[in-house]
């Protein structure tokens, strides 16, 4: 599980950079970035595992950390195998390996992966990781899988939609289950006033944002001195790479809620939800689809 940015954090820091531009880009400069980006992620693994925002403890003592919409969604994985994109250091992987899946986790930074190798061992639970950079996964992994499974603030990180969902329908077998769940772009498009109103302020899709680093994570205090690149993609822009790439869309679901409070005004529900004290259901949080190949 990856998650997001504080908004106004983000885009006091972040400097647009024209998306045509972008695309112009030769392919050195963008491995340039995603390296850029996993020397940031390896130095958030140990920030983050130390965190009460990811109670690695409770994790230990037999906590689950996947939410309940998507294991409601993805529905039973009993003896199904199942690929976690950008994992992290495994939390989500492994819970989804303690709900019977045959589970491998896969993440660019080596750092990350190093940590989940170790907790999976500890535990003695039977997850896999691989480190890879998404796009280099067919040549590290010639499998297919039951499932896809990807969650919370991954698609910033991504460059190349369209290439992302290529590597979804190679890893699926025949018949097989993709399955995010994301924060909604629509929120980015906002920032919040003095008076506690959401007014639109920032473009929605089709642009990159740099970061020049030295501040902290949305888990912990210790400040990340890496820098980062992250892009910014409609939800239009998603679904139609996934249906590119060959995959047949079962649903898009979107949720006037969060698992995160990004927002000051916002208020954790019963359910432990964060949604806004006004107007909630005038605002898409986040979004999940299921698809098949």
Same mark, same amino acid.
């Given at each position: 599980?990856?998650?997001?940015?504080?908004?106004?954090?983000?885009?006091?820091?972040?400097?647009? @950079?024209?998306?045509?531009?972008?695309?112009? #880009?030769? =392919?050195?400069? /963008? &491995?340039?970035?995603? %390296?850029?980006?996993?020397?940031?992620?390896?130095?958030?693994?140990?920030?983050?595992?130390?965190?009460?925002?990811?109670?690695?403890?409770?994790?230990?003592?037999?906590?689950?950390?996947?939410?309940?919409?998507?294991?409601?969604?993805?529905?039973?994985?009993?003896?199904?195998?199942?690929?976690?994109?950008?994992?992290?250091?495994?939390?989500?992987?492994?819970?989804?390996?303690?709900?019977?899946?045959?589970?491998?986790?896969?993440?660019?930074?080596?750092?990350?992966?190093?940590?989940?190798?170790?907790?999976?061992?500890?535990?003695?639970?039977?997850?896999?990781?691989?480190?890879?950079?998404?796009?280099?996964?067919?040549?590290?992994?010639?499998?297919?899988?039951?499932? @896809?499974?990807?969650?919370?603030?991954?698609? #910033?990180? =991504?460059?190349? /939609? &369209?290439?992302?969902? %290529?590597?979804?329908?190679?890893?699926?077998?025949?018949?097989?289950?993709?399955?995010?769940?994301?924060?909604?772009?629509?929120?980015?498009?906002?920032?919040?006033?003095?008076?506690?109103?959401?007014?639109?302020?920032?473009?929605?899709?089709?642009?990159?944002?740099?970061?020049?680093?030295?501040?902290?994570?949305?888990?912990?205090?210790?400040?990340?001195?890496?820098?980062?690149?992250?892009?910014?993609?409609?939800?239009?822009?998603?679904?139609?790479?996934?249906?590119?790439?060959?995959?047949?869309?079962?649903?898009?679901?979107?949720?006037?809620?969060?698992?995160?409070?990004?927002?000051?005004?916002?208020?954790?529900?019963?359910?432990?939800?964060?949604?806004?004290?006004?107007?909630?259901?005038?605002?898409?949080?986040?979004?999940?689809?299921?698809?098949?190949?």
């Amino acid at each position: 599980m990856l998650l997001p940015w504080l908004p106004s954090f983000r885009r006091d820091l972040a400097h647009a @950079v024209d998306h045509a531009q972008a695309n112009q #880009t030769g =392919l050195n400069e /963008l &491995d340039r970035r995603l %390296e850029t980006n996993r020397d940031n992620w390896n130095e958030r693994t140990p920030v983050h595992a130390a965190s009460d925002f990811y109670d690695v403890e409770g994790f230990k003592a037999g906590d689950i950390t996947l939410a309940d919409i998507e294991r409601r969604e993805v529905g039973d994985v009993s003896d199904k195998t199942l690929l976690h994109l950008q994992c992290h250091f495994g939390l989500d992987t492994m819970s989804w390996s303690r709900l019977g899946a045959v589970a491998t986790g896969v993440d660019f930074s080596e750092v990350a992966i190093e940590l989940a190798r170790s907790l999976n061992d500890e535990l003695g639970l039977d997850a896999r990781f691989i480190r890879s950079n998404i796009y280099d996964l067919p040549d590290a992994l010639d499998e297919q899988f039951d499932i @896809v499974f990807t969650s919370y603030g991954v698609l #910033t990180w =991504l460059p190349d /939609l &369209d290439g992302w969902a %290529e590597v979804i329908y190679k890893q699926l077998r025949p018949g097989g289950t993709f399955y995010i769940v994301e924060f909604h772009p629509f929120t980015d498009v906002f920032e919040q006033s003095d008076s506690g109103d959401m007014v639109p302020t920032y473009g929605y899709q089709d642009h990159e944002l740099f970061f020049e680093g030295n501040e902290p994570s949305y888990a912990g205090s210790h400040p990340i001195e890496s820098p980062t690149y992250e892009w910014q993609h409609g939800l239009g822009e998603i679904v139609t790479a996934l249906v590119k790439a060959g995959l047949r869309i079962e649903f898009l679901h979107e949720f006037p809620f969060n698992s995160y409070r990004i927002w000051p005004v916002s208020e954790r529900g019963d359910d432990g939800w964060w949604r806004f004290t006004k107007h909630n259901d005038s605002y898409p949080q986040m979004f999940s689809i299921r698809a098949t190949k």
